[in-house]
């Protein structure tokens, strides 16, 4: 079992930078896919980017790529999100979730979930 918990979020003004971060316990993340999906009001939960803990692979939505970058510290135990030139759009609730060693891109597929934090850019 492992627990997640999310930190970063906030108010920011568009075309800003936040950083977001998920650290586990419980246990490591080990042979773990590590994912970051966001979900707006009235809106499905959406992928957004994932790193393969042991390989460092990472992996993009179309709508976050060049402007978001997803990191690991193994040191930490943590994974996470930088974001910039953040746009009104991007405004969700932020959740980290993990699941096993494969790559997906659908949340119905990862086994544990963060509580989320709240992404809020201004225009």
């Known amino acids: 079992q492992v627990q997640l918990v999310e930190s970063g979020g906030g108010l920011v003004q568009a075309g800003g930078s936040l950083r977001l971060s998920c650290a586990a316990s419980g246990r490591t993340f080990g042979r773990l896919f590590v994912g970051w999906f966001r979900q707006a009001p009235g809106k499905e939960r959406e992928f957004a980017a994932a790193i393969t803990w042991h390989t460092g692979l990472t992996y993009y939505a179309d709508s976050v790529k060049g402007r978001f970058t997803i990191s690991r510290d193994n040191a930490k135990n943590a994974v996470y999100l930088q974001m910039s030139s953040l746009k009104p759009e991007d405004t969700a609730v932020y959740y980290c979730?993990?699941?096993?060693?494969?790559?997906?891109?659908?949340?119905?597929?990862?086994?544990?979930w963060g509580q989320g934090t709240q992404v809020t850019v201004s225009s």
């Open positions: 979730a993990a699941r096993t060693n494969v790559y997906s891109d659908s949340a119905a597929d990862y086994d544990y």
